[in-house]
């Protein structure tokens, strides 16, 4: 069983950057894809970003390249989620996710962290 824990998350204004951090307890961490999600309120949860196990790839939605930077520490059973120039759009609950079950662009993983609210005012 592999518990996740967010944090980083808060209020920062438009074209501002922020840092989550994911902490991964129990075992099998460094072998298991990453992904990070997000949940505005009244939308269904959609995918951001993910990072294989060695960091051999990285996956990003469409609307966050070249803003948002996905990375993780093994050592540490860390991943952390860069973002910049943000957006009011970018307001949602995120999530850490952990050993995706097939497609990683989907919510299909078998461990979830509690969330951590990102508001991003105008």
């Known amino acids: 069983q592999v518990q996740l824990v967010e944090s980083g998350g808060g209020l920062v204004q438009t074209g501002g950057s922020l840092r989550l951090s994911c902490a991964a307890s129990?075992?099998?961490?460094?072998?298991?894809?990453m992904g990070w999600f997000r949940q505005a309120p009244g939308k269904e949860r959609e995918f951001v970003a993910a990072i294989t196990g060695r960091s051999t790839n990285t996956y990003y939605a469409d609307s966050m390249k070249g803003r948002f930077t996905i990375s993780r520490d093994n050592a540490k059973n860390t991943v952390n989620l860069q973002m910049n120039s943000l957006k009011p759009e970018d307001t949602a609950v995120y999530y850490c996710a952990g050993r995706s079950r097939g497609s990683i662009t989907t919510t299909s993983y078998y461990y979830w962290g509690q969330g951590t609210q990102v508001t991003v005012s105008s």
């Open positions: 129990g075992r099998g961490f460094s072998s298991y894809t």
